[in-house]
């Protein structure tokens, strides 16, 4: 298969081109911004409105930025908005003007009962339709053609046979239940993206916009710099950093990886190895507490969970997520010669320290909010808030008023994908309502796996990464969450190590082929071919495909049960992920052959099962090998 063939792949599955407002429009745009942001901020926070409501008038904001600052395909006009682009705007504007001043009878009409006017089937359709191509425009075909199919079910699948069909379901039922109700577009993703996420992707931002980003770069490279493969390894950790803010994979490999991959390939690494690092250390960040990615926010109402229970539950799997990949990455670069980081570009630990310990603050005060119980609306203002108050102790860190609104401004525009994707998923979801379908999928799945636990776990993940494909984290996460976890807690599997296992499955599929977005993303700044890039990332990342496995069936993986079980099972994981990353590299205290390899992956498997036996087999196994290796040196050296 030549490289074109993974070009047109790309264009397939690619957005419109994203343009940021230069010029007249940049004065049109960014008030509008602001205001958008406004209205979310005070929304969420100060005043009593229905969540049909709030999440229409988001809808409303920030689709008419996306219009404007998404053009139709990639090769549009990447300086201004055309005609339909404006209109489609106006649409949005229009529908949220609209929908507002009838909302209260909206809310308040009897579903299925009270028949929709002419101006609410008009409207509602404008909705249906406008949803469909902010989706096309900002997650591509993936996304979109599921939705295609899904719809197709709802107005089609009475005419099917079997256990798949459903009663008669019209278009103004559809469209009712869709538009018209929290079921459907306006439902629980578009209300996340509105009051959790928002407050999330505005706090990383207005971090960045103070320069919390350069300090956690200048932090990553003086710890790490200086160790072998010094650059792949201040690629992690400021990877990770980052990423723990953002909880976007493709963001933060253009972000992090601008700067890390061109400094690895200076240094001899080859465009995809630098890349598939860049990917896989990147991708885990949306896996890092406190922030973690916009489908956390999205498990919190969908699971039912405290956001404080999904982020302590989180922290070992991150733990062990960059361990295994900092072990491959020492491995390798060792292995293959590679070297430190430049003297010039290794700043001074006690300097990065004494420059930016204050964007430490809002880390604490993150984390202290969430102990406390607040919401997690509440506690993205309070770290943007902390973010704020530190930033003016520094005039290099100082943002001012216009600094501010550009921050917020900024904002909005990087919900505009998370907004589009959730309100497919939103539309999705209504239908599955509507048919009965994820009862009906369950039935399909029993009956190929026979209940049988690894084998459901196993079609889930394949499930997940599947739908994820294409599309971003959060849509990935509510389709096998809505398809898939009802099956998992027939089985067994409690709820929280259930949603932990899609949610964690859905964000590998940022770097999962053929189509893993975040690898397109790095191939163009590594200059080499996405699916190699991908590949090799899978290769850095198979901690967080083995992972999901070992805390479902060990649930102390997660911080539940005893404390011992937990630090025991902690500690064995990260022996055998490291284990298994030499087995990888063929490289532990020496160049490793290929039965030494098999062994220690062996080994590392035995260890991360959450099982007794197999681990001190593995633990006897491992003492077995050093001793007979200590006797060989002996021998050697007599």
């Not at 992707?201 to 956690?216: E, I, N, P, R």
């Not at 010094?230 to 972000?255: N, R």
């Not at 733990?319 to 020492?330: E, K, N």
């Not at 940022?510 to 996405?530: G, H, R």
Request: include cysteine.
């Amino acid at each position: 298969m030549k490289f074109s063939s993974f070009i047109s792949l790309q264009t397939w599955f690619s957005v419109g081109v994203r343009r940021r407002p230069a010029g007249i429009y940049e004065l049109i745009f960014t008030p509008f911004a602001v205001l958008v942001g406004a209205y979310v901020i005070i929304a969420a926070t100060l005043i009593i409105i229905s969540p049909w409501t709030l999440s229409v008038l988001f809808f409303s904001g920030i689709g008419a930025l996306g219009f404007l600052t998404t053009g139709s395909f990639d090769h549009s006009d990447v300086e201004k908005p055309s005609f339909v682009d404006i209109i489609l705007a106006l649409l949005c504007v229009a529908v949220g003007f609209y929908f507002s001043i009838h909302a209260a009878s909206i809310v308040n009409r009897i579903v299925l009962l009270d028949e929709l006017t002419q101006l609410e089937i008009i409207f509602g359709s404008i909705v249906f339709v406008l949803t469909l191509e902010i989706t096309r425009r900002t997650t591509g075909l993936g996304l979109t053609v599921i939705v295609f199919i899904f719809v197709a079910y709802n107005m089609f699948g009475h005419l099917l046979d079997g256990v798949l069909q459903h009663g008669k379901i019209d278009y103004l039922h559809f469209l009712e239940i869709t538009v018209f109700t929290t079921d459907g577009i306006f439902g629980l993703p578009v209300r996340v993206a509105a009051t959790y996420a928002f407050m999330f992707v505005m706090f990383g931002t207005v971090l960045h916009a103070c320069g919390g980003g350069d300090f956690f770069f200048n932090f990553a490279a003086a710890i790490s710099g200086r160790s072998p493969g010094g650059p792949a390894k201040v690629a992690v950790i400021s990877s990770g950093m980052y990423g723990m803010l953002s909880g976007s994979p493709t963001s933060d490999v253009v972000t992090t990886g601008s700067i890390t991959i061109p400094i690895m390939k200076r240094l001899g690494y080859r465009g995809a190895h630098a890349g598939a690092i860049e990917v896989a250390a990147s991708t885990g960040g949306s896996f890092v507490p406190p922030v973690l990615g916009t489908a956390a926010f999205l498990m919190v109402d969908f699971a039912g969970l405290e956001y404080l229970q999904i982020a302590i539950a989180a922290i070992i799997p991150a733990i062990l997520y960059y361990a295994s990949i900092y072990a491959q990455v020492h491995f390798s670069c060792v292995r293959q010669g590679f070297g430190r980081l430049d003297d010039d570009l290794i700043p001074s630990f006690i300097e990065t320290i004494k420059g930016g310990w204050l964007f430490v603050v809002p880390l604490v005060v993150l984390t202290t909010a969430l102990i406390m119980g607040y919401t997690p609306t509440m506690v993205g203002i309070m770290g943007t808030v902390a973010v704020l108050a530190v930033s003016i102790f520094k005039a290099s860190t100082r943002i001012g008023p216009v600094g501010l609104a550009k921050a917020l401004s900024e904002t909005c525009y990087r919900m505009v994908p998370v907004a589009g994707a959730c309100a497919a998923a939103g539309l999705i979801i209504g239908g599955m309502t509507m048919t009965g379908l994820a009862g009906k999928f369950a039935h399909l799945v029993n009956g190929l796996t026979d209940g049988h636990m690894f084998l459901t776990l196993l079609v889930t993940a394949c499930l997940t990464v599947v739908l994820g494909l294409g599309m971003p984290t959060p849509s990935a996460y509510i389709l096998s969450a809505a398809l898939m976890t009802p099956i998992l807690s027939e089985i067994g599997v409690p709820t929280l190590p259930a949603h932990m296992f899609v949610f964690y499955y859905a964000v590998m599929s940022a770097l999962t082929p053929p189509v893993a977005v975040a690898a397109y993303a790095a191939s163009s700044i590594a200059e080499d071919n996405p699916l190699l890039i991908a590949v090799m990332a899978v290769k850095f990342a198979l901690a967080a495909f083995i992972v999901p496995f070992a805390f479902v069936y060990g649930p102390e993986l997660l911080m539940i049960g005893p404390w011992y079980l937990t630090a025991i099972s902690f500690i064995t994981a990260v022996i055998g992920l490291i284990l298994i990353a030499a087995g990888l590299e063929a490289y532990f205290h020496k160049h490793l052959v290929a039965w030494e390899r098999l062994l220690f992956i062996l080994i590392g498997f035995g260890l991360v099962i959450p099982d007794l036996y197999a681990a001190l087999g593995s633990l006897i196994l491992l003492l077995a090998y050093f001793s007979l290796f200590y006797l060989n040196r002996k021998d050697e050296n007599l």
